[in-house]
T-cell receptor, first 112, second 114 residues
Framework: ELKVEQNPLFLSMQEGKNYTIYCNYS?????LYWYRQDPGKSLESLFV?????AVKQEGRLMASLDTKARLSTLHITAAVHDLSATYFC????????????FGKGTLLTVNP | DARVTQTPRHKVTEMGQEVTMRCQPI?????VFWYRQTMMQGLELLAY????????DSGMPKDRFSAEMPDATLATLKIQPSEPRDSAVYFC????????????FGPGTRLTVT
């Protein structure tokens, strides 16, 4: 059974600080996804990482993938309040059968 | 602005009643997913279709849940009979395989079974 573990599950940080969310998974899949969810809303795709060493950046968020370590990181630079949300990583089952298994999510709160 | 749509957005029903949720995938997308989100279990894949054919429904309770795609623009998820433990937010997502792995999520249907 594919397992996806995120940590931390709760993260409270101050504006302007940097932090990293970690996502470990148990399969050899090399496709990793990051989503954002605001309270009561749907999931918004942030990044799709498709190979070992992939790095993608959008604004203050940067995601990377190490398939050998089965680890992805989501790095937050100089956090701002608008980044407060729940962040999910997900891994698919590989091949053409790409159903996603999600982590439990990291609830990020950025305080002024 | 292409997006996945879902109806209804909210549904309150009594235990034992039939519930049908509908999803319109993004036009041209050939893969449709149904997910369920609860506080306890998080996000779980229930079923998914490619080119209207079911590929996997292993996450779905077979005795009461059924999923279909009557045509390329409509996916349905039905619960009969509904139970309080079915209370959750049900999301539909679509993608265009193999050009893109990205899944686009709909706004969800919040189901409450009393």
């Amino acid at each position: 059974e594919l397992k996806v573990e995120q940590n931390p599950l709760f993260l409270s940080m101050q504006e302007g600080k940097n932090y990293t969310i970690y996502c470990n998974y148990s399969t050899t899949s090399d496709r990793l996804y990051w989503y954002r969810q605001d309270p009561g809303k749907s999931l918004e795709s942030l990044f799709v990482l498709l190979s070992n060493g992939a790095v993608k950046q959008e604004g203050r968020l940067m995601a990377s993938l190490d398939t050998k370590a089965r680890l992805s990181t989501l790095h937050i630079t100089a956090a701002v309040h608008d980044l407060s949300a729940t962040y999910f990583c997900a891994v698919d089952s590989g091949g053409s059968n790409y159903k996603l298994t999600f982590g439990k999510g990291t609830l990020l709160t950025v305080n002024p | 602005d292409a997006r996945v749509t879902q109806t209804p957005r909210h549904k309150v029903t009594e235990m034992g009643q039939e519930v049908t949720m509908r999803c319109q995938p993004i036009l041209g997308h050939n893969t449709v997913f149904w997910y369920r989100q609860t506080m306890m279990q998080g996000l779980e894949l229930l079923a998914y279709f490619r080119n209207r054919a079911p590929l996997d429904d292993s996450g779905m309770p077979k005795d009461r849940f059924s999923a279909e795609m009557p045509d390329a623009t409509l996916a349905t998820l039905k619960i009969q009979p509904s139970e309080p433990r079915d209370s959750a937010v049900y999301f539909c997502a679509s993608s265009f395989f193999p050009s893109s792995y990205e899944q686009y999520f709909g706004p969800g249907t919040r189901l409450t079974v009393t």
